[in-house]
């Protein structure tokens, strides 16, 4: 979707400052075999990347949890942040993988106890995601995971979402990017975290 969006940011987080990362978008032949293109969806003009076929195939999911896992294996992570609701999917099997826990990344209401919430505008009016206030804390590094970047606006507040509890450090990753449609995803999220995705299209 082509969001509009202005994160509300907090406080001076410099502890996570660092250059954005170009990092190789691997683009796997049997990954972009897979990945199916529905137009017109959810509305006129949109190209919508069903990341779904990819879910249904044993092996497209035994390819994007090793790459994934050969991505971080060396990065010390802890957490992994799963954005609601496919972000939930690749961020478990990475966790166990990974031996890190998983904090799950949902829209108001949806976790039962105390949390701390980001809200960020888009196009029509304001949304807000929120994740538990003890799910993360200073010694953590955590991996921010969703299945696509597009404009970027969920994964930012995501992001200031995150810093909130200062980690020891932070990355971000997707299963798809998109960059032919106008969009500048990974340019709207700025600098500060190194950004990873298994297909760019």
Request: proline letters at 2%.
């Amino acid at each position: 979707m082509r969001e509009l969006f202005h994160v509300k940011q907090s406080g001076n987080h410099n502890r996570n400052k660092q250059h954005i990362s170009t990092h190789r978008n691997m683009n796997n032949e049997y990954l972009m075999k897979h990945l199916r293109s529905i137009e017109d969806f959810p509305k006129q003009g949109i190209n919508f990347r069903d990341v779904t076929t990819l879910f249904k195939d044993a092996k497209c999911i035994k390819i994007m949890d090793k790459e994934l896992y050969e991505l971080y294996k060396d990065k010390g992570i802890t957490k992994v942040v799963g954005i609601e609701s496919r972000g939930f999917i690749m961020g478990a099997i990475l966790a166990r993988r990974l031996g890190a826990g998983l904090v799950m990344c949902r829209k108001p209401g949806k976790l039962p106890a105390e949390t701390v919430s980001q809200s960020f505008e888009k196009e029509y009016g304001t949304d807000t995601i929120e994740i538990h206030k003890d799910s993360i804390d200073e010694n953590d590094v955590v991996l921010i995971h969703d299945d696509l970047l597009a404009t970027g606006g969920t994964i930012k507040a995501a992001w200031e979402l995150v810093k909130k509890f200062n980690p020891k450090k932070c990355y971000m990753n997707f299963i798809i990017e998109i960059r032919d449609e106008g969009l500048y995803g990974r340019e709207n999220i700025g600098d500060g975290i190194e950004v990873t995705s298994l297909i760019c299209v």
